[in-house]
Structures are given as C-alpha cells and as structure tokens.
C-alpha cells in the first residue's frame, strides 16, 4: 500500500497562475483533508470531504477550490495564486465518514507539496 | 472554538533522558486527542491516540495520558535517543467527520 500520495512535491508559483495539488489514497477510507502548515500557524484545515461527492469547507477555504473526484482521490486548486498561499500543503484521510463520530478514527497524511508563490 | 496549547515550541535533551511533552486543550468535549511525529520535510505520522474514555496508551518507549477534566493531555518519552529528535504534536477530536485541532507542536532535539 503506498498510503496517501500527493503530487506536486515542489511548485513555484507566479502571483495569478493556477494549479491543482493532487491526492490518492488506497486506503478505501471515506474521508479525505487538505491541510496547510504554515511556521508559526501550525496545521489549519482548507477543506474536508467526508464522503464521495460532498466538501465543506474548513478553517482556511479563501482562495482555494477542492474536487472529490471519486472516494481515492481529493484535489486541492488554487485559481489566482498569491504570495500569502506560500505554505505546505498536506493532504490525509480517514477511514469514516460523513456523520460518524469514531472516538478510534486517526487521520494518515501524505509527504506534503511544497509551494512558493512569487 | 477548540485551542490547543503546546509549551514549549523547543527542547533540547541528552540522549538517556526521559523527557515529558505537554499539551492543553480548552473544550473538554472531545472524542480523542492524538499524537503525531514530525520529521523534517515530511509528512505527519501518528503515534498514539487515546480516546475520551481512556487515561493513558502506550506503544514501546511512548507513553500518553489523558486527562479531560483538566484539559490536558502528556507525551512521555522514556531513555530518548537521537532518532527521537523530531517535531511532536498533540490534536484533538471533537467533533464529527473526525475533524482534528492541532497544537503548533513541540520541537525536539535529542544530543549524542
């Protein structure tokens, strides 16, 4: 099993380019978050998807767009790309799902995709 | 709104020494609260997660407490190594779709 994966693992960004980080898991599990971490910040949560076709936002979702294509993959787009949207993004799933409260879900994350937005 | 406290952001050990890292919480209505390891430039992993009704977990040299009441949560090292050094951080769950708050975490260095 490879776990979570996430591609880009570097990107250097221009101000107003876009693109999409991609993620997978093989994990058959339900949910799936993108996360930034910035120094100082700690971990905040972008977005969440806690089933096939459902997203809501999370702590941090300005300036960014999410897509669960199916239950294996959760990608993160950032449309008009700005300096403040220079961070590491990580991206994790869990094997429940909407509307479950498990007091034994524990969340496994990918490598992380390193972006520098000039 | 959940906040999680971790004091302090460094610390440096010499190898040998058993060590605590601590982590507050302020909403004592949670499901777990978790440990996670850091590694420069890497992911996140988990270590340990101990669930509401629970006081402590352990796996090998790793031993976490719990306690809700006073929103507090300890990660004990024992007889650390240099391949413990590494960024410690503590989350909570406490709400559905297994959503976590995460502390800003705990730098550690253990010295040869």
């Known amino acids: 099993n490879a776990g979570v994966t996430q591609t880009p693992k570097f990107q250097v960004l221009k101000t107003g380019q876009s693109m999409t980080l991609q993620c997978a898991q093989d994990m058959n599990h339900n949910s799936m978050y993108w996360y930034r971490q910035d120094p100082g910040m700690g971990l905040r949560l972008i977005y969440y998807s806690a089933s096939e076709g459902t997203t809501d936002k999370g702590e941090v979702p300005n300036g960014y767009n999410v897509s669960r294509l199916n239950k294996r993959e959760f990608s993160l787009r950032l449309e008009s790309a700005a300096p403040s949207q220079t961070s590491v993004y990580f991206c994790?799933?869990?094997?429940f799902g909407w509307g479950t409260r498990s007091s034994t879900d524990t969340q496994y994350f990918g490598p992380g995709t390193r972006l520098t937005v000039l | 709104k959940q906040e999680v406290t971790q004091i302090p952001a460094a610390l440096s050990v010499p190898e040998g020494e058993n060590l605590v890292l601590n982590c507050s919480f302020t909403d004592s209505a949670i499901y777990n609260l978790q440990w996670f390891r850091q590694d420069p430039g890497k992911g996140l992993t988990s270590l340990l997660l101990i669930q509401s009704s629970q006081r402590e977990q352990t796996s090998g040299r790793l031993n976490a407490s719990l306690d809700k009441s006073s929103g507090r949560s300890t990660l004990y090292i024992a007889a650390s190594q240099p391949g413990d050094s590494a960024t410690y951080l503590c989350a909570v769950c406490a709400g559905a779709n297994s959503k976590l708050t995460f502390g800003k975490g705990i730098t550690l260095s253990v010295r040869p």
């Open positions: 994790a799933s869990s094997e």
